[in-house]
């Protein structure tokens, strides 16, 4: 099963089961999604971007120069970002998501080569379990 089909049957899970205890008392599951990347995408819909980061507030400045923000604004709050999405149309949006694609085949490749190196299969066949 697809992880998005499987998000979604989640999801209405989740959604029934509230639906079962609304009135009643005690705990209620709420869901909600995130990008941990969140920042990284809103570059991606304006630039390429494949600069490796230490941390995910290392994309703030980058955001900001693109969309024209000032170094005071948190690009966290509801009205920056509502700024940041009034820029962005659906052609950014397509190229979002295909500089997302060859991230991520990037990545894919790169974790393929990684794993299949003989030095890493030579030194794994080299332990012992004793």
Not at 6 to 31: S, Y
Not at 35 to 41: E, R
Not at 81 to 88: F, N, P, S, V
Not at 110 to 127: A, C, G, V, W
Request: glycine share 4%; aromatic share 8%.
């Amino acid at each position: 099963m697809k992880p998005r089909r499987k998000n979604i049957q989640i999801c209405d899970q989740l959604r029934k089961g509230n639906e079962a205890t609304k009135g009643k008392r005690g705990k209620r599951i709420f869901h909600a999604y995130s990008n941990v990347n969140f920042d990284l995408w809103l570059i991606l819909h304006k630039e390429d971007y494949s600069k490796p980061v230490i941390s995910n507030d290392a994309y703030i400045s980058v955001v900001r120069r693109i969309y024209g923000l000032s170094e005071k604004e948190s690009i966290k709050k509801k009205i920056v970002i509502e700024k940041i999405l009034a820029q962005i149309d659906l052609d950014d949006v397509k190229k979002a998501i295909e500089r997302a694609d060859v991230i991520r085949e990037r990545k894919i490749s790169t974790d393929k080569k990684n794993y299949t190196t003989p030095y890493k299969i030579d030194s794994l066949q080299k332990l012992s379990f004793k």
